[in-house]
């Protein structure tokens, strides 16, 4: 079993920065891949960001490369989103998820993710 717990979201104005955490608990953190998806409303969830179980590699959507930074401190049990120059369609809540059977991560297939976090609402004003 894992629990995942997301912050860090708020309303920013386009252009700024957050931060997101997710926090782990129950199975050994370093031993699978954990991803980021968001959903906006009236649209489906998509992929954001992955990384692998050490966070020596890491995957993005499209979207939001060159914007944001997926990482993970192992030792503190936490998979980060770092997101800069916000655009008002990065507006969404955004899950953390861990794929324990698997520590390459990468897919962007939320099927493959078995444990979620609850979401933390990401806002931004244009």
């Known amino acids: 079993q894992v629990q995942l717990v997301e912050s860090g979201g708020g309303l920013v104005q386009a252009g700024g920065s957050l931060r997101l955490s997710c926090a782990a608990s129950g199975r050994t953190f370093s031993t699978y891949a954990m991803v980021w998806f968001r959903q906006a409303p009236g649209k489906e969830r998509e992929f954001v960001a992955g990384?692998?179980?050490?966070?020596?590699?890491?995957y993005y959507a499209d979207s939001v490369k060159g914007r944001f930074t997926i990482s993970r401190d192992n030792a503190k049990n936490t998979v980060y989103l770092q997101m800069h120059n916000l655009k008002p369609e990065d507006t969404a809540v955004y899950y953390c998820?861990?794929?324990?059977?698997?520590?390459?991560?990468?897919?962007?297939?939320?099927?493959?993710?078995?444990?979620w976090g609850q979401g933390t609402q990401v806002t931004v004003s244009s």
């Open positions: 990384i692998n179980w050490s966070g020596g590699a890491t």
């Open positions: 998820a861990a794929d324990t059977r698997n520590r390459i991560g990468g897919s962007a297939n939320s099927y493959e993710y078995d444990y």
